[in-house]
């Protein structure tokens, strides 16, 4: 059993190393191709070293320990797009110098690139990948899919190419040079897709590299005469890949090209925050693992920066090699090992063996990881996406195509944007439309002033806000309040506007409020502004709001613009004969003879006493004659949270006696007060002696919970409840 477990480790040691040594060779070739050809087999040497240290690194920090880390194909992608401008402009002095000015631009980029992911991982920034648009991380992957394949023909060709030099393909003898390595790369994409094992990529490598031998064979193409014509590695002139290298790159490389192209590597940045964080994912969904992707950036951190003191270029984590090495049953830090092991043999005895591999097959595995993230994008997230998100994939993939690479993603970025202004401005921010008619405050009046609101309370319009004020959603508030100042129709006399649940106003949405108050003052009707914010108020200071006569009034909270409403409304209209009757006068009218005060107790309460304890037992309900009372709702800390206010002729207490539950809140006198007290042993007394007095009091107090009810549900049908 032991020999067994150990052969099976030793083969996937094998296996998993050599594959990392072709992924790393094959994206250095990336970096060194077309006019840096030459310089591949040092190109291999940095990349190689700064591998070897990934994997012990990974091996050593991550949450997973079998979790390989190695240089990766998006990174090399964008750092060859910049290498590449860098080749192509290059006037400034030898090719050691030209080659010393990119391998420290790679190995500065990694380490930034380390630096920034170490930072976001020690702050707890990981949460921030969670901003990226789904659409624009697509778009990105397609159009690294379209470069990688691009990029893959260019390395059989030794050219750099591109859309506009799509010509060049088909020069004479050209197409034989590339399109048998990248129908290749298609072949082996599909059966990746086809048979889902993690020996099938191995396998068309080994299958490529014989087909490449049995061909120029049978051609009669001597090893010597291939290498001649740029279809091998090699050759590389060295035994070992650490030949020709050594500090003297530091020094010879022109820093001010190299510190010239740094912005250039925000992207590379960016991806490899990015790619840590959803290849930590996709382990901790495969492996069952706590995964902490705070942890994993520190690591992928640190591991950058190593590599880059070695020349390295940028990595993270190596998904389907991790993978692997688990279905094999190797999930300790032994895969990390066995890839540096490896890496470190064949970065110093590996250069000659090396030197005669075709390099098509590593153009060929390549084409292959191109295909399959444009197949994934261009065709199974078509199916999941809207149209709108998959247009913005292919705008990023076209302007990548023909423009450049960080264009596309800007150009991603600002579609995405607008998309989302658009969206967002389609959005109604006005969480509640009501009247005073419906909504009230929370003092409690007399039946007669409750019914004079009920019959009039439409002259004010309430409108509660949410989200974020901008130039879009502004716009579509304004239009509608205006058309409604200026309605002939039921126009307002008070426009109630609450800002309590917004959370941000713009300068476009500040000038709109401003062009609506000036609307207000035009048309006659008082503006009422509450539950600004600090923050929201000052932005409003600056558009010059309150500095205008007629400027809006700025009250704290809902309630206390409803309450100033409520007594202007009662205040200024006429009350009809009808509404005269409060709880005490439709019963005296009913029974003129009758002194109710023989019946019940009458209180006396100075300013200040409690008339209510919260919490007590319910035997009773109240009538206010004379003064105010405050109810307020105490916290289990002891602080005091006032609920509501009651008037003259308004009723207290009667959902506690109707429900039967405790008092929910305490009452205390507000000024001297006067009140008739209706408790349980009077109306049962009063049940014998006039039984019909009786249910006339329980009729009108349960026509006045009724009432309110009728009111809370119309309440509830304007927030759409």
């Not at 991550?62 to 880390?69: E, Q, R």
């Not at 921030?128 to 691009?150: D, Q």
């Not at 409304?569 to 109710?596: C, H, K, M, N, V």
């Not at 035997?619 to 009372?629: A, D, F, K, Q, R």
């Amino acid at each position: 059993m032991q020999f067994a477990t150990l052969a099976r480790t030793l083969f996937a040691a094998i296996v998993i190393g050599t594959m990392a040594i072709v992924f790393s060779i094959s994206f250095a070739a990336i970096i060194y191709s077309g006019h840096l050809a030459p310089f591949l087999s040092r190109g291999i040497g940095l990349t190689l070293l700064g591998a070897t240290v990934m994997a012990i690194v990974g091996a050593l920090s991550l949450s997973y320990k079998g979790t390989i880390v190695q240089p990766q194909d998006v990174t090399a992608l964008l750092l060859s797009l910049v290498v590449a401008s860098i080749a192509g402009t290059w006037t400034r002095g030898t090719s050691d110098e030209l080659f010393a000015t990119i391998a420290m631009f790679v190995a500065l980029a990694t380490a930034i690139a380390g630096l920034v992911t170490f930072a976001f991982g020690h702050f707890r920034l990981g949460f921030i990948v969670r901003f990226i648009p789904y659409p624009v991380l697509g778009g990105f992957l397609a159009a690294t899919g379209y470069l990688l394949v691009v990029g893959a023909i260019g390395m059989t060709l030794e050219e750099n190419v591109s859309l506009w030099t799509a010509a060049l393909l088909l020069e004479p003898g050209n197409p034989q040079r590339w399109a048998p390595w990248l129908i290749a790369g298609l072949l082996f994409c599909v059966a990746a897709k086809r048979i889902q094992h993690g020996m099938v990529l191995p396998t068309c490598i080994v299958i490529g590299a014989i087909g490449f031998y049995v061909t120029i064979w049978l051609t009669g193409v001597s090893i010597e005469e291939a290498s001649a014509r740029g279809l091998l590695l090699g050759p590389f002139g060295n035994a070992s890949f650490l030949a020709d290298l050594g500090p003297w790159i530091v020094s010879a490389a022109n820093w001010g090209v190299v510190v010239s192209k740094l912005p250039s590597a925000v992207a590379v940045i960016g991806m490899t925050i990015i790619g840590s964080l959803l290849y930590a994912s996709a382990l901790e969904l495969a492996t069952g693992t706590a995964v902490d992707p705070d942890r994993e950036l520190r690591g992928v951190g640190i591991a950058n920066v190593l590599a880059a003191l070695g020349g390295g270029m940028v990595g993270y984590h190596l998904l389907s090699q991790t993978l692997f090495a688990r279905s094999l049953g190797v999930t300790g830090r032994t895969a990390g090992f066995a890839v540096a092991i490896v890496t470190a043999a064949t970065l110093l005895f590996g250069a000659s063996y090396l030197a005669v591999l075709p390099i098509g097959v590593f153009a060929a595995l390549i084409a292959f990881i191109g295909f399959d993230l444009l197949f994934t994008w261009l065709w199974v997230e078509r199916r999941r996406l809207p149209a709108q998100d998959f247009a913005i994939v292919l705008l990023i993939l076209g302007i990548a195509a023909t423009v450049g690479f960080l264009e596309a993603i800007a150009a991603g970025l600002l579609a995405t944007s607008l998309q989302f202004v658009f969206a967002y401005a389609a959005t109604d921010v006005v969480r509640l439309r009501t009247t005073a008619a419906t909504m009230r405050s929370r003092v409690e009046r007399s039946e007669p002033d409750v019914r004079h609101l009920s019959r009039h309370g439409h002259r004010a319009a309430i409108y509660e806000l949410s989200g974020y004020l901008f130039f879009g959603t502004a716009n579509r508030l304004l239009d509608e309040l205006v058309a409604t100042l200026t309605s002939d129709e039921g126009a307002p006399a008070f426009v109630l506007i609450d800002f309590r649940r917004v959370q941000g106003i713009d300068a476009s949405a500040a000038f709109a409020l401003k062009k609506l108050s000036r609307s207000c003052r035009e048309n006659g009707v008082e503006l009422f502004f509450s539950g600004l914010a600090d923050r929201l108020q000052a932005r409003l200071d600056r558009s010059g709001i309150r500095s205008e006569s007629g400027a809006p009034h700025i009250v704290p909270k809902l309630d206390d613009a409803l309450e100033i409403v409520e007594e202007q409304i009662l205040a200024e209209a006429e009350r009809a004969d009808s509404e005269a009757l409060g709880f005490l006068e439709e019963l005296q009218s009913l029974y003129p003879d009758t002194d109710l005060r023989c019946h019940f107790e009458e209180i006396f309460a100075k300013a200040g006493k409690q008339i209510i304890e919260q919490g007590a037992n319910t035997e009773s309900m109240m009538v206010l004659e004379e003064g105010s009372l405050l109810v307020e709702y105490i916290h289990p800390d002891g602080t005091p949270m006032p609920v509501a206010k009651i008037l003259p002729g308004a009723l207290v207490g009667e959902v506690g006696l109707y429900a039967g539950v405790p008092r929910t809140a305490r009452v205390v006198a507000e000024q001297d007060c006067r009140l008739l007290k209706i408790d349980n042993t009077a109306l049962e007394r009063l049940a014998q002696e006039n039984p019909r007095l009786t249910a006339d009091i329980h009729r009108i107090a349960v026509t006045y919970l009724a009432r309110r009810l009728v009111r809370t549900m119309a309440l509830l049908h304007d927030v759409e409840i």
